[in-house]
Structures are given as C-alpha cells and as structure tokens.
C-alpha cells in the first residue's frame, strides 16, 4: 500500500496511529511533540511517565486519547551532530521501529513527521530521503498505507543539486516547445503534405473497409500490455503495484478489466515500476490514450527520472513534491 506525502498538521490526521518525534525521557516538549500532548490531553503524559523513557532509535506506543489517532508511537530519534556519528543509521531505526509496532498492533494506517528534523537540527533533505527509503522498503513486504506529514514547505526542497538539474531540465522543455523552430518544422511538414501523393483511399489494404472491421482490429489493451511486462520482467502483481505506490484494489481493477482506462499518473507510476526505457514507456503510456507532454511539469519531472533510468518512485515523488505537481500511484 501506498507512502503519501501530505502538508498538513499531524495532530488532525484521521489515522490509526501518528508518530511523535519525542525526546528520550518521553515527557513532552516542544515541536510536534508539544503539539501532540496538547491536542491528546493530561491523560497522555501520566501513560507516557509509566513507559520509564526511551532510547535513541527506538519507540514506544500509548493510546491516543483526545486524539483523531487511536494510538501514539513515540520515536526518538537523533540529534544531528555533522553526520558521523551513526545518525542516519539512529534515524532509520527510529522509523523501522515505529513501523514495527504499528504493524504489531494492527494499525493499517500511520502517519510520521520528519523526525528530527526541528529542534534536533538533522538536516531535511537527508531526513526527508531516510524517512523515504525505510518506509519505502517496509512498504515493499507490508501492507499499510503511510503518510509523511510535512509541516513546512522548506522540507520539500529536496537536495539542492537534483533540484536545480530538474528546474533546467523544465526550462530546456518549455523553450524547446515555445520556439520559433516548433512552427517552421509545423510549416515545412505541410508544405511536403501539399506535394505528397493523395493519401489512400478504401483499395489499401490498411485501411479498413467497415468499422465493424475497424473495430476487429483493437491493439492489445492498456492492462494487456501491462501484464505481459509484468510477465516478461519477471515480476509478481504484488511487486508491481507496491512499487508502483499503487493500491491492490485498484491493481486488482486494471487485471480484470481488459479495457480498464487508468488515470496518467497511474499509468507513469506503472512504467517506472517496470521500469521501461523511455520509448516502451511512451507505448504504454499511449495504450492509455497518454502521451508525455512539454507543456507539463509534471510529464517533464517523471520523464527526466525515466530518460536517466532512475525508476526510484519515491524519489520522484519528492521530486513532484517540490515543484507542487500530484505525485505518482496512491
Ligand atoms: N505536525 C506535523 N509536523 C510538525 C508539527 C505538526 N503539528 N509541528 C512541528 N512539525 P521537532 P525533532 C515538524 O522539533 O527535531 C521536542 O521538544 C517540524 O517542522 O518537533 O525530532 C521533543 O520533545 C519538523 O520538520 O522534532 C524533542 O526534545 C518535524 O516536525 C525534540 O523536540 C520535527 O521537529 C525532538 O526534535
């Protein structure tokens, strides 16, 4: 099941479980872990004084109290101090562990803040990437539907470098389509049309001479093309979808129904999880009646992924974040 990344304030979200980012005596402080104590009432604290405390990279549950959750996890996770002394290794136990225990009481849906990324100073590009690939990894072998809550819209600028390659890659999209060059090439194919023969009419034997005929005629299907790659990639429907950020349900959908039209991003998100070099991904993004398109940031971003063969879905789902397009799947 699907990782969403959403902006919004933990403490509203209609969940089995929210995560806090708490400190190691589990007493409350500031940040989303004074937001949370405040929104769940006194009842919270006088659970959390029993729990004997909790240490970095590690988690513990309480209920939820006035809360929309029905539980708590609280994680610790650690205090940035440069890198080198084993944070991200902390951080990622900190999440794995909170992953852990919602799955051990059967919560189908959590939500995380970014650990440590407020007063613990981990830096949130780093922290938003961890976050991403622990819970990606468990999101491979489990079913649960996870969302990252981002508070504030600096943590979506992801890693400076991807950032500025992808805003050039848009730039060179936009001025390529916005030229002059666009208009000649348009111009120079009908001048060629105007002194091409005429085109065939009903004696060619590619043109049908019934639409009855016309309709004999269906191309393999968007889900028949699907689950043929699934097949030749050697991959089950389950490591499709999850891949995909996709949900079975709406999996089990496109595999019964052979004419299934799905949305475009559901279509990307199936061709980066397959991953298809760009010219198959362009083929079956057709078969669903798509095309990638210059005029879109969105079909820019997950094509620049695709062209460099970076199929990391959640990558580019920060990537889609940052410059506020829809995500992929979910
Ligand atoms: N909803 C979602 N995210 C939030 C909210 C909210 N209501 N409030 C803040 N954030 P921090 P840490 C984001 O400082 O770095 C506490 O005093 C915030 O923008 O809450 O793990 C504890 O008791 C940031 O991105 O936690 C510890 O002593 C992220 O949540 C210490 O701070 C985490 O920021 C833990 O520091």
């Not at 849906?109 to 468990?138: E, H």
């Not at 034997?205 to 050697?234: C, H, N, T, W, Y």
């Not at 349900?249 to 199936?270: C, E, G, Q």
Request: glycine share 8%; net charge negative; aromatic share 10%.
């Amino acid at each position: 099941m699907p990782l969403h990344i959403v902006r919004n304030d933990i403490t509203t979200m209609k969940v089995d479980a929210i995560v806090n980012a708490a400190n190691e005596s589990l007493l409350g402080g500031g940040g989303v872990d004074g937001a949370i104590h405040r929104a769940a009432g006194p009842e919270l604290l006088a659970e959390c004084r029993g729990l004997g405390g909790c240490k970095t990279g590690q988690a513990k549950i309480t209920r939820g109290y006035r809360l929309p959750a029905k539980y708590v996890i609280h994680a610790v996770g650690p205090v940035w101090q440069g890198g080198g002394h084993g944070e991200r290794e902390l951080l990622a136990g900190a999440y794995r562990a909170s992953l852990e225990l919602a799955l051990a009481n059967g919560c189908q849906a959590v939500a995380f803040p970014l650990i440590s990324a407020g007063a613990y100073g981990y830096p949130k590009d780093r922290a938003l990437k961890t976050a991403v690939d622990v819970i990606g990894d468990f999101l491979l072998a489990h079913d649960m539907t996870v969302y990252l809550v981002i508070f504030d819209r600096a943590a979506f600028s992801i890693g400076e470098k991807l950032f500025a390659d992808i805003a050039a890659y848009i730039d060179d999209r936009y001025v390529e389509e916005h030229t002059d060059r666009r208009e000649e090439q348009y111009r120079r194919a009908m001048a060629f049309a105007a002194e091409a023969p005429p085109l065939c009419t009903s004696a060619c034997p590619s043109v049908p001479g019934s639409l009855d005929e016309a309709l004999g005629r269906l191309d393999e299907s968007f889900s028949q093309m699907l689950l043929r790659k699934i097949d030749e990639k050697g991959m089950t429907d389950a490591q499709c979808y999850k891949k995909a950020n996709i949900d079975r349900k709406l999996f089990s959908k496109i595999r019964s129904d052979t004419h299934y039209r799905p949305s475009k991003p559901t279509a990307m998100a199936f061709a980066v999880a397959l991953e298809l070099p760009l010219d198959e991904a362009r083929e079956l993004l057709e078969k669903a009646g798509f095309a990638f398109s210059h005029a879109s940031k969105f079909d820019i971003i997950v094509e620049y992924f695709i062209a460099r063969r970076n199929y990391d879905i959640f990558a580019i789902n920060e990537a889609l974040f940052a410059f506020d397009q829809s995500l992929l799947g979910g």
